[in-house]
C-alpha cells in the first residue's frame, strides 16, 4: 500500500516568503506528528494530531509556525515570513494508534531553503 | 526538558566486525524506540522497548532497555554494508513528544 506522501520534495524561498508543506498520512493513521530535522542531527517534534486535534504544539518554534489537519486526514504546516534558520527537512509521520508509544511511519520530508 | 544523548556520532567498521550504539537520557522513559537513516532516506522504524531490562532480538541486532530505564543500546553482529546509516534512538518520557538523539552514523567497508 501507498506509505506517507509530502510535497513539495524540495523548496526553495527567499527570506520573508510563507510556505506551505503537505502531508498525505497513511489512510487510516489517527496520530499524525511534524518534525524537523538539520542537516547531521535527528528528527526535533514540532506538532502532534490525533485525528483533527492539534493535542501538542509545544515543539513549535515560534508564533511564525502553524500546523492543521482539518478533516482529521491531510495536515499541513505553514512558515510565515521564512527566515534562513528555518532551512531543514520537514518530516511528516504517522502511526495507526492514538498515542505515540507506537511504531511511527515517516514521509519522504520536505527539503526547505531558505535563501 | 529530557535530553536524549547518543554515542558515538560515528563508527566506521569493516564487514563482519560488530557495532555498538548507546543512547542515555537525563529522565525515566516511559519507552525508547530505535529508527534507521539511509543516507537521504528518511528515519524507518526499527524496534520498540517498554519494559525495564528488556532485550529484543531482530537477526543480527540485539536491542537492551536499562534497568533505570534511562538508557538503551543497540548491538550489531557481524556488520554488512547494508547496515549502513544512522541509527536513532527516540524515548518518550510523558505527552506526545518523541526526542530522538543526533544518532550514530555508521559506515561499513567491505
Known amino acids: 500500500g501507498a506509505g506517507v506522501s509530502q510535497s513539495p520534495r524540495y523548496k526553495v524561498a527567499k527570506r520573508g516568503q510563507d510556505v506551505a508543506l503537505r502531508c498525505d498520512p497513511i489512510?487510516?493513521?489517527?496520530?499524525l506528528f511534524w518534525y524537523q530535522q538539520a542537516l547531521g542531527q535527528g528528527p526535533e517534534f514540532l506538532t502532534y494530531?490525533?485525528?483533527?486535534?492539534?493535542?501538542?504544539k509545544s515543539g513549535l518554534p515560534s508564533d511564525r509556525f502553524f500546523a492543521e489537519r482539518p478533516e482529521g486526514s491531510v495536515s499541513t504546516l505553514k512558515i510565515q515570513r521564512t527566515q534562513q534558520e528555518d532551512s531543514a527537512v520537514y518530516l511528516c509521520?504517522?502511526?495507526?494508534?492514538?498515542?505515540?508509544?507506537?511504531?511511527?511511519?515517516f514521509g519522504p520530508g520536505t527539503r526547505l531553503t531558505v535563501t | 526538558g529530557q535530553q536524549v544523548m547518543q554515542i558515538p556520532q560515528y563508527q566506521h567498521v569493516q564487514e563482519g566486525e560488530d557495532f555498538t550504539t548507546y543512547c542515555n537520557s537525563s529522565?525515566?522513559?516511559?519507552?525508547i524506540q530505535w529508527y534507521k537513516q539511509r543516507p537521504g532516506g528518511h528515519p524507518v522504524f526499527l524496534i520498540q522497548?517498554?519494559?525495564?531490562?528488556e532485550v529484543k532480538k531482530q537477526k543480527r541486532l540485539t536491542f537492551q532497555f536499562g534497568e533505570a530505564k534511562k538508557n538503551s543500546s543497540l548491538h550489531i553482529t557481524a556488520t554488512q554494508t547494508t547496515d549502513v546509516g544512522t541509527y536513532f534512538c527516540a524515548g518518550l518520557d510523558s505527552g506526545y513528544a518523541l526526542n530522538f538523539g543526533k544518532g550514530t552514523s555508521l559506515l561499513v567497508t567491505p
Open positions: 529522565t525515566t522513559l516511559s519507552n
Open positions: 522497548l517498554v519494559k525495564s531490562g
Open positions: 494530531f490525533q485525528n483533527e486535534a492539534q493535542l501538542d
Open positions: 509521520a504517522s502511526s495507526w494508534e492514538l498515542a505515540p508509544t507506537y511504531e511511527q511511519y
Open positions: 489512510s487510516g493513521h489517527v496520530s
